[in-house]
C-alpha cells in the first residue's frame, strides 16, 4: 500500500509542478493547492503503521498509528487553506487592477 501511495503522491507533485510552471496565475493558484495536499499526504504515508505498544496503556493491539502526525497535517490543511484563501485573493486583486491574468504580460505592467 506504501508504494501505491508513493506513486500517487509522485503523480500529485508532478501535476503541481505543471500546473505552477504555466503562465496563468489560477493555474498556479491551484497547484500551490495541489502540492500542499501532497505533502499531507506524504507526511501521512510516511507515519506508517507502528507496531509494538498501542499509544493507550489499556488496549492490547498489535499495531497502531501514531496520532501526532495526522494532527500536524490537519493543522496543515487549515494553512493551507488560509494560504489558498489569501491567493485567490491577491489573484483576483491583480486581475482587477490589471484585467489579465497571464504571468508574462503581468511582469511587464506598471502600477497606474
Known amino acids: 500500500m506504501e508504494i ?3 506513486v500517487v503522491i ?8 505543471y500546473l505552477m ?15 500542499s495536499h501532497g505533502v499531507h499526504l506524504l507526511l501521512l504515508t510516511m507515519a506508517g503503521l507502528q507496531t509494538g505498544a498501542p499509544p493507550l496503556l489499556s488496549l492490547e493491539e498489535s499495531s497502531y498509528t501514531d496520532p501526532l ?3 500536524l497535517i490537519l493543522t496543515a490543511i487549515v494553512i493551507a487553506f488560509g494560504v ?3 491567493l485567490a485573493v491577491m489573484g483576483y486583486k491583480t486581475y482587477k487592477a ?7 504580460e503581468l511582469k511587464g505592467a506598471k502600477d497606474e
Open 4 to 6: 501505491l501511495m508513493s
Open 10 to 17: 509522485g503523480i500529485i507533485f508532478a501535476v503541481a509542478v
Open 21 to 35: 510552471m504555466s503562465r496563468n496565475l489560477i493555474r498556479v493558484i491551484i497547484g500551490t493547492l495541489v502540492i
Open 69 to 71: 502526525p495526522q494532527a
Open 84 to 86: 489558498t484563501s489569501l
Open 98 to 104: 490589471h484585467k489579465t491574468v497571464d504571468l508574462e
